[in-house]
C-alpha cells in the first residue's frame, strides 16, 4: 500500500522559513516524479514543485523560483520542500504526490499525501 505522509508545516511569519517533508512507503519510487501541490482556501489545487527521483532534475512554478527548493533522500525514502522568502499567498494545504511523468498537472499523480498546512502571516 502506497502512503505519502506528509510533515513540517506550521505558521510562520513572512519573510520566514519551513521545510515540509514527504515520507514515502510501499512500493520503490526510483522511477517516479514526486511533487508538491498546494490548494489555498476558495482556489483550485495548483503545482508547486516536482523532481524526478531517478536524476534530480526539477520543475517549479515561477512564483516560487528563487524561494522554494525541492530537493530527496533516496536513502530515506523522503522529498522536502525547502521554503524561504514567505509570503502570505504561499498560505495553503501543500500535498506531496508521485506521478510517473515529469509534469505538472496533477491528473497525473496517482497518489497523494493528507495535506499539511502551511500558514504565513504578514
Known amino acids: 500500500q502506497v502512503q505519502l505522509i506528509e510533515s513540517g508545516g506550521g505558521l510562520v511569519q513572512a519573510g520566514g522559513s519551513l521545510r515540509l517533508s514527504c515520507a514515502a512507503s510501499g512500493r520503490t519510487f526510483s522511477s517516479y516524479v514526486m511533487g508538491w501541490f498546494r490548494q489555498a482556501p476558495g482556489k483550485q489545487r495548483e503545482f508547486v514543485a516536482a523532481?524526478?527521483?531517478?536524476?534530480?532534475?526539477?520543475l517549479y512554478r515561477d512564483s516560487v523560483k528563487g524561494r522554494f527548493t525541492i530537493s530527496r533522500d533516496n536513502a530515506k525514502n523522503t522529498v522536502y520542500l525547502q521554503m524561504s522568502s514567505l509570503r502570505p499567498e504561499d498560505t495553503a494545504v501543500y500535498y506531496c504526490?508521485?506521478?510517473?511523468?515529469?509534469?505538472?498537472?496533477?491528473?497525473?499523480?496517482?497518489?497523494w499525501g493528507q495535506g499539511t498546512q502551511v500558514t504565513v502571516s504578514s
Open positions: 504526490a508521485a506521478a510517473l511523468a515529469f509534469v505538472t498537472s496533477e491528473r497525473s499523480y496517482a497518489y
Open positions: 523532481i524526478r527521483w531517478s536524476t534530480g532534475s526539477t
